[in-house]
């Protein structure tokens, strides 16, 4: 997906609910609605359990990511895609990693990658709009206007700063019905000129008389700069005592204010410092690999592997970023077959990646076929609110069934509890 179609999948889903606001003018930061005015401060507590998603927009090719190296129809399917058995980052004698993976490669021999085989859900759609918001919304069968995540936060009565997204515009996933998360610009928020500060906190304070709407609109103004503010302490922050002689963060400038790398960079800036945020939100666009896709992918997928190696790295100091638990996904796979552009379209299931000091490394579910197809695309093994489920249950320490609109999730043992 191209970053004008990601933005455009955002614009158009952020509304959900009418809970989100769309990131305005040069500030690139997003309001935050339906939630009320609450005193604040840091969780000292650095034993609680952290989920950050990662979105993978666009589509990943999931077949030449954990790559079915040793299946002959793999390579009769994409002569000129498919890797050869040895360029595999072999993870048994069946599957192997793409070729650029090498740190999710040591991730899986520390045992702490887990790949999930075959996630998808039931009736595929190939909409980019419609696949990303039924993984967003975990609701296949019918549109519904929050996230799955958002619906936790008004189960929880949680605060604004609970739900993080380092992203241009909120995403449906962190909007739920009376509360909803944060969408925080990478630089935090810088104030055009002319704008004072002290005038846009007043925005803030609440009225005599002023009807609900408004007290609403007053209260997300304060949640608004009460996460700025929390994002600005975190990149100025000390290391906690007590964690080591950590190393500086480094520098960002080079991806750019959207790169993954910088989003999770103030991710671990955020874990470090105590932040009482529990479920963060960060993506990479741009896997709509229909042309020359090899090139393309490994230049994604590399950049994946570098930022999450380093971010798992820096995070396995600290007792905080022990606690810290990643999900990778994207909104579907590709077609088994090749097209004639040397790149692969639209397709269903995919595997998905679940990483971190408490994972319980391994493969989960079953490699979907090559041959019993369902009209040229893979048959999913694993219904990906099962995933989610588990990410709900373990990570999260809630009722799936609760958020998940009444599915049962079937839990996956992905998570470890003796962290």
Same mark, same amino acid.
């Given at each position: 997906?191209?970053?004008?179609?990601?933005?455009?999948?955002?614009?158009?889903?952020?509304?959900?609910?009418?809970?989100?606001?769309?990131?305005?003018?040069?500030?690139? *930061?997003?309001?935050?609605?339906?939630?009320?005015?609450?005193?604040?401060?840091?969780?000292?507590?650095?034993?609680?359990?952290?989920?950050?998603?990662?979105?993978?927009?666009?589509?990943?090719?999931?077949?030449?990511?954990?790559?079915?190296?040793?299946?002959?129809?793999?390579?009769?399917?994409?002569?000129?895609?498919?890797?050869?058995?040895?360029?595999?980052?072999?993870?048994?004698?069946?599957?192997?990693?793409?070729?650029? *993976?090498?740190?999710?490669?040591?991730?899986?021999?520390?045992?702490?990658?887990?790949?999930?085989?075959?996630?998808?859900?039931?009736?595929?759609?190939?909409?980019?709009?419609?696949?990303?918001?039924?993984?967003?919304?975990?609701?296949?069968?019918?549109?519904?206007?929050?996230?799955?995540?958002?619906?936790? *936060?008004?189960?929880?009565?949680?605060?604004?700063?609970?739900?993080?997204?380092?992203?241009?515009?909120?995403?449906?996933?962190?909007?739920?019905?009376?509360?909803?998360?944060?969408?925080?610009?990478?630089?935090?928020?810088?104030?055009?000129?002319?704008?004072?500060?002290?005038?846009?906190?007043?925005?803030?304070?609440?009225?005599?008389?002023?009807?609900?709407?408004?007290?609403?609109?007053?209260?997300?103004?304060?949640?608004?700069?009460?996460?700025?503010?929390?994002?600005?302490?975190?990149?100025?922050?000390?290391?906690?005592?007590?964690?080591?002689?950590?190393?500086?963060?480094?520098?960002?400038?080079?991806?750019?204010?959207?790169?993954?790398?910088?989003?999770?960079?103030?991710?671990?800036?955020?874990?470090?410092?105590?932040?009482?945020?529990?479920?963060?939100?960060?993506?990479?666009?741009?896997?709509?690999?229909?042309?020359?896709?090899?090139?393309?992918?490994?230049?994604?997928?590399?950049?994946?592997?570098?930022?999450?190696?380093?971010?798992?790295?820096?995070?396995?100091?600290?007792?905080?970023?022990?606690?810290?638990?990643?999900?990778?996904?994207?909104?579907?796979?590709?077609?088994?077959?090749?097209?004639?552009?040397?790149?692969?379209?639209?397709?269903?299931?995919?595997?998905?990646?679940?990483?971190?000091?408490?994972?319980?490394?391994?493969?989960?579910?079953?490699?979907?076929?090559?041959?019993?197809?369902?009209?040229?695309?893979?048959?999913?093994?694993?219904?990906?609110?099962?995933?989610?489920?588990?990410?709900?249950?373990?990570?999260?320490?809630?009722?799936?069934?609760?958020?998940?609109?009444?599915?049962?999730?079937?839990?996956?043992?992905?998570?470890?509890?003796?962290?």
């Amino acid at each position: 997906m191209d970053p004008l179609t990601r933005r455009r999948f955002l614009l158009a889903s952020a509304a959900a609910g009418g809970a989100a606001a769309l990131a305005a003018g040069g500030m690139g *930061l997003a309001e935050l609605l339906a939630t009320a005015t609450r005193d604040h401060g840091p969780d000292p507590d650095d034993g609680i359990d952290k989920l950050v998603l990662v979105t993978l927009y666009g589509g990943n090719d999931g077949l030449n990511t954990v790559i079915p190296y040793a299946d002959p129809a793999y390579h009769s399917a994409r002569p000129e895609l498919a890797y050869a058995p040895e360029q595999a980052l072999h993870l048994d004698d069946a599957l192997g990693l793409n070729p650029v *993976l090498t740190g999710l490669k040591r991730l899986w021999d520390d045992k702490q990658l887990a790949v999930v085989l075959g996630v998808g859900y039931p009736r595929p759609d190939r909409s980019h709009f419609r696949s990303m918001d039924i993984w967003q919304t975990a609701s296949p069968e019918v549109p519904v206007a929050t996230g799955w995540v958002g619906r936790w *936060l008004d189960g929880t009565n949680a605060p604004a700063e609970a739900a993080v997204s380092f992203e241009p515009v909120l995403p449906p996933l962190l909007v739920g019905g009376t509360r909803v998360g944060a969408c925080v610009a990478v630089g935090g928020l810088e104030l055009p000129g002319g704008i004072d500060a002290e005038l846009l906190a007043a925005l803030g304070q609440p009225q005599a008389g002023e009807s609900d709407l408004q007290a609403r609109a007053a209260a997300a103004y304060q949640d608004f700069l009460q996460v700025n503010r929390l994002v600005h302490q975190a990149q100025q922050a000390n290391i906690p005592s007590g964690t080591g002689d950590l190393p500086p963060l480094p520098s960002t400038a080079t991806g750019g204010g959207s790169s993954l790398a910088a989003q999770l960079a103030l991710v671990t800036r955020c874990v470090e410092a105590g932040v009482p945020t529990r479920v963060y939100s960060v993506s990479l666009g741009g896997f709509d690999t229909h042309a020359n896709e090899r090139v393309g992918q490994e230049w994604l997928l590399k950049q994946l592997d570098e930022a999450l190696s380093a971010f798992l790295q820096r995070l396995a100091r600290t007792r905080a970023g022990r606690r810290v638990t990643v999900a990778v996904y994207s909104e579907f796979g590709r077609r088994v077959r090749a097209n004639a552009s040397d790149g692969t379209d639209h397709g269903t299931a995919g595997p998905l990646f679940v990483l971190g000091p408490g994972v319980a490394g391994g493969l989960y579910g079953e490699q979907p076929s090559l041959v019993d197809l369902d009209n040229g695309d893979l048959k999913a093994t694993v219904d990906f609110r099962d995933v989610l489920g588990t990410l709900l249950g373990s990570v999260l320490q809630a009722d799936p069934g609760r958020y998940l609109n009444g599915y049962q999730a079937r839990l996956l043992p992905l998570v470890r509890n003796n962290r």
